[in-house]
């Protein structure tokens, strides 16, 4: 009930409130009450349906309302509400259980009714909708049709019109066909009345033709002559012939050679062309021939099929043909013959064609299929295939990225190395423990070369020092030479031609080299590479840290060589040539820095290195 | 590329001789022949009054000067220069006169088309052809020079005779299906005879030498018909220019249309090749403006490319003789080309591929084409154009050459020599020869585009 409570709307129950207010105003009778009660649906559970209830019964009228209420309930069909009276004279008494049940059962018809009334109301509504919709669609195509109906008259309008149109043009047509017709008769008129006119003036213009030349060419003119010196030959050589009848035939017969020369000449031409023509038909019909005949077999093969009876009669026939040298007979005789066995060919030829286009669109379609089973197989595999050898690959790369790495431990000789060597196999670890010795070899080697170096550096030095004072002096000399002295001046001379003797590069300007050469050839024990080294460095560097700024330059050109070699990106030949250049110059102390780790391209670099050098 | 100087010259009557030696011209009464080569003068003869005609015999042994005024012919012989004949056709008058292929025969035609006398040089005998008809292309020899045809008018009728020209006997006699008969032409091979009617009608009709008709064609109906017929020199093709800007072109065989070329206001198709003539920039003008008479802009040829609109006339509606349709037409002395003009479309000249049945190159100028014709030896044309320029197509390309020489000199009309290595240039007054190289000029085989002068 409480839920029912709330789903009830607001608004009956208030009106529930004013009826009550109304009924009790108008003191309705209990029964027009109570059917108003069910009606309104009103809960008894409220305040003021207690108190109208209040109001139906009273302390006083308890009696009259239960009797009355028996009364109704009675004329419902409801037991009654009072028990069986055991005697007339006693009261009757209210039976409580009676009013229950009856109660009881009012409850649930008056829920019936409640159910049943709000699936009226929502059929209602439902209806209602409905109605609403069929009546939108009824007007909808209400307004369709009338614009259908419009439509429809203004393209039967046009219609009307068009025809209209077509009418009067037809009628133009027909004017102008008219005029055509007119106008040709009067050009027609006109041209032979202008031939008519022509004509007469014609006439008459012969006639005065005529008399002019009566008048003109009868009268002896002295006039008309010719004045000759004297007269001469033909061009031919021949004399002038009379007119005679013989020369007339003559001249017939001539004229009839040269149309039949030309006739003949003509002829000739043609049968020249047929005779190519011929050739072609022939090379072609070979061609066919030799063709067609490689299918003889199957089809003859089958008992059924008509074609290889045909070209069996086809070779039969060109067999003769070309016995009887068909080419060489005339037309008649052959054309026959030759344009059936053409059309035969040609017949075979097309049925042979359809018969193949049949075959090859069978097989596309058996071949999708096929294909189809096929390439799905093919798929499979060939993807496991693939699959296979990407796990090569990557197999392969790792061994690769571990060697490289080994390579990088070996070089950077670290703790780290050993850290990774743990995960090396054993054979690896073995290759790597030779590596390393021959690594320490190396090492020693270069500590011991390291060691002559800085020994031949401090003689470079020493060196140095002695040349800068030599220079010194020279200088002095030099300008005093300029200055006056002569006897010094030849003693130079012969300074120059020994440095120009010792070595062929340039001049006094490149002072250092021949001055660094000399020592190096002195020191012959000592390893070729400081030359190459006091070169490469400007400075004479401190023995201590030599290998490391050695290696820092190394770096320091390579990073040098990497920035410019994006920075010169023409793609023109020049700007690669360039980059070239640059790196083999910076290509020389990295072929030192192959000194540390690989130690037999030590050897070679050194002797490169020398070969380098030395003039 | 040379030229020779310009010589003084009166109605454009200026020939060379069929053997290629020498070259006659004319100068008021004077005749002068000169050798090609040298181009001195090696006779001069005076006649007795202004020339206005002159012609070469075909043995190049005499030349003919008619005077028409004065009704005379004058006959001079180029070896014996005392030798000198002289016809007077009295009051009969004269308006035609001509070789025969002899070179010993005289034909004139008198005043009103009256009759044809033939004038023997070898015998005292004169022959008398009645009732020659006055058409645009009455007379007609073969090229062998064995027979003469001749259209004829009689009885408001038109025939053609056939006139063996060894002793002038009449061959053939026969009446054409003709209104108005306006022209015959012998096949170059000398067996077929075509004539075609007058404008009003399209009427072409093949006449064998006998006298039968071979066969006639008829294009269309009701319009201005034939205008201009012309042989291929392999007697293979007949071309028949007509009214409607069209060239139909009949074969030899079943003389039937084998293809027709019109000529369209706009070249669209980009296989043509269409040479526009374009006027140079005056610079040099204007480098030196104290030049006294400035020479004509020179010029010189650009590809235009595809849709090229020509250059059209519009001719009046309401005169005789309109100027529309294909009037010159040519074909290149191997046969491989046909040059035509129509007349509605003046600037321009169409070369037609004989062999692929198509147009081939088009030439547009800026004035009206006055005459071209091709080059004896090679499929080679000249053009002028009243201008002072020369115009010269080969396969290789086009130019155009400026004649030099003091003030303007217009060509008027030109004419090759046999040889197609010199070109006689015809203006109002003067003439001039142009030496081209022999073979092909650097300049023609490279095909550059330009003038050179």
């Not at chain 1, 195509?141 to 209209?164: A, F």
């Not at chain 1, 001249?251 to 072609?280: C, G, H, P, S, T």
């Not at chain 1, 089973?373 to 993807?383: A, L």
Request: glycine share 4%.
């Amino acid at each position: 009930m409480g839920d029912w409570m709330t789903v009830t709307d607001p608004g009956l129950s208030s009106e529930s409130k004013n009826i009550s207010q109304y009924t009790s105003e108008t003191k309705m009778s209990p029964s027009s009450l109570y059917s108003q009660q069910v009606l309104c649906s009103s809960i008894p559970l409220s305040k003021n349906v207690h108190s109208f209830f209040s109001a139906f019964c009273t302390e006083e009228n308890i009696e009259q309302s239960i009797s009355y209420l028996d009364q109704e309930l009675t004329t419902f069909g409801f037991p009654s509400l009072y028990e069986e009276s055991k005697g007339k004279e006693t009261k009757r008494e209210l039976n409580i259980v009676a009013v229950l049940n009856c109660m009881n059962e009012l409850l649930v018809l008056q829920r019936k009714n409640l159910l049943a009334q709000e699936n009226v109301e929502t059929q209602n509504l439902k209806l209602g909708s409905d109605m609403d919709h069929l009546q939108n669609c009824y007007a909808k195509l209400k307004e369709q049709l009338e614009t259908s109906r419009r439509e429809m008259i203004g393209l039967q309008e046009r219609d009307r019109q068009l025809q209209c149109k077509n009418r009067n043009l037809h009628q133009l047509l027909k004017n102008e066909k008219d005029e055509v017709q007119k106008l040709q008769n009067i050009i027609a008129s006109r041209a032979t009345q202008y031939n008519h006119d022509m004509k007469r003036k014609e006439r008459e213009y012969n006639k005065l033709k005529e008399r002019l030349h009566q008048l003109v060419m009868n009268k002896k003119d002295k006039k008309i002559a010719m004045e000759i010196l004297n007269y001469v030959g033909r061009a031919d050589g021949k004399r002038g012939s009379w007119r005679t009848g013989k020369s007339e035939a003559r001249n017939e017969d001539e004229m009839y050679k040269i149309l039949l020369n030309d006739y003949e000449y003509r002829q000739k031409q043609i049968l020249m062309e047929n005779a190519e023509l011929k050739k072609v038909l022939q090379q072609m019909k070979k061609e066919m021939i030799s063709l067609l005949s490689p299918q003889k077999q199957k089809p003859r093969e089958r008992a059924d099929d008509s074609t290889g009876t045909i070209i069996s009669d086809v070779e039969e026939d060109t067999g003769e043909l070309s016995r009887e040298s068909m080419w060489d007979l005339s037309c008649e005789t052959v054309r026959e013959q030759l344009t059936n066995s053409i059309r035969k060919q040609w017949r075979i030829l097309k049925s042979h064609v359809e018969k193949l286009d049949n075959q090859v669109s069978k097989v596309h379609i058996e071949g999708f299929n096929d294909e189809d089973v096929i390439s799905r197989q093919d798929h499979e595999q060939e993807t496991e295939k693939l699959e296979l050898e990407i796990q090569q690959c990557k197999e392969m790369i790792k061994t690769q990225q571990q060697l490289l790495q080994q390579q990088l431990a070996t070089a950077c000789d670290d703790d780290t190395t050993s850290l990774l060597r743990d995960c090396y196999l054993l054979e690896e670890k073995e290759r790597l423990k030779e590596e390393w010795s021959l690594f320490k070899e190396q090492k020693k080697n270069f500590e011991k070369e390291r060691r002559s170096f800085t020994e031949a550096a401090i003689r470079l030095g020493l060196e140095r020092k002695a040349f800068e004072e030599e220079r010194a002096s020279w200088l002095k000399q030099q300008f005093l030479n300029m200055t006056s002295f002569d006897h010094q001046n030849s003693e130079n001379v012969r300074f120059f031609s020994a440095f120009s003797g010792s070595s062929d590069r340039d001049n006094l300007t490149v002072h250092s080299r021949p001055r660094q050469k000399k020592p190096h050839s002195v020191s012959n024990g000592s390893p070729v590479c400081t030359s190459k080294l006091t070169k490469s460095l400007p400075a004479s560097p401190s023995t201590s840290d030599f290998c490391q700024t050695r290696s820092c330059v190394s770096e320091h050109s390579s990073i040098n060589v990497l920035n410019i070699t994006p920075e010169e990106t023409k793609p023109n030949q020049v700007g690669r040539e360039c980059a070239n250049q640059k790196w083999s110059v910076a290509s020389r102390p990295g072929s030192q820095e192959g000194c540390y780790s690989g130690g037999c391209s030590l050897t070679y670099t050194n002797a490169h290195v020398e070969k380098d050098d030395l003039p | 590329m040379n030229f020779s100087e310009v010589f003084k010259l009166s109605s454009h009557l200026c020939k060379f001789s069929p053997d290629g030696k020498y070259l006659a011209s004319c100068v008021q009464y004077r005749l002068v022949v000169r050798d090609v080569n040298s181009l001195q003068i090696l006779r001069l003869y005076t006649c007795l009054d202004q020339i206005q005609h002159v012609e070469w015999s075909a043995d190049s042994l005499f030349i003919l000067c008619a005077m028409y005024k004065r009704g005379l012919v004058q006959v001079w012989s180029l070896e014996q220069p005392e030798w000198h004949c002289k016809i007077d056709e009295g009051s009969a008058g004269l308006v035609a006169s001509c070789w025969s292929p002899d070179g010993r025969h005289v034909l004139n035609t008198t005043e009103f088309h009256l009759r044809i006398t033939v004038w023997s040089l070898c015998t005292k005998s004169v022959s008398y052809i009645k009732y020659p008809k006055a058409c645009q292309r009455g007379i007609s020899f073969s090229r062998d020079g064995r027979y003469l045809a001749l259209a004829e008018r009689r009885d408001c009728k038109d025939f053609v005779s056939i006139f063996v020209c060894s002793d002038w006997q009449l061959l053939r006699h026969f009446d054409t299906d003709t209104q108005d008969l306006a022209g015959i032409e012998w096949a170059p091979n000398g067996c077929v005879l075509a004539a075609w009617d007058t404008c009003l009608e399209y009427k072409v009709l093949l006449y064998s030498l006998d006298g039968r008709l071979l066969s006639a064609y008829c294009a269309y109906e009701w319009s201005l018909g034939v205008k201009a017929v012309a042989w291929s020199p392999s007697s293979q093709f007949l071309a028949v220019g007509s009214y409607d800007g069209k060239v139909r072109v009949l074969n030899h065989v079943t003389w039937k249309m084998l293809t027709e070329f019109g000529h369209p206001a706009t070249v669209n198709d980009p296989r043509i090749v269409v040479y526009q003539e374009a006027e140079k920039s005056r610079r040099r003008a204007l480098d030196r403006p104290a030049h006294p008479a400035p020479r004509a802009a020179e010029s010189r040829y650009e590809v235009a490319s595809v849709p090229v609109p020509l250059q059209t006339v519009k001719p009046a509606a309401d005169r005789a003789n309109p100027r529309i349709g294909v009037g010159v037409l040519a074909f290149s002395p191997d046969s491989s080309f046909l040059a035509t003009r129509n007349d509605n479309v003046p600037n321009a000249v169409w070369i037609w591929d004989v062999q692929k049945l198509r147009l081939f190159v088009v030439l547009e100028q800026l004035s009206p084409v006055r005459a071209f014709q091709w080059d004896p030896q090679r499929p080679r044309l000249a053009i002028c154009t009243g201008s002072s320029k020369v115009y010269l197509w080969s396969r290789a390309g086009c130019v155009s050459v400026q004649v030099p020489g003091e003030g303007d000199f217009q060509v008027l009309s030109l004419c090759w020599h046999l040889s197609g290595d010199s070109l006689a240039l015809l203006s109002k007054d003067h003439f001039c020869l142009c030496f081209l190289e022999s073979e092909e000029g650097p300049h023609l085989a490279s095909g550059q585009l330009g003038d050179h002068t």
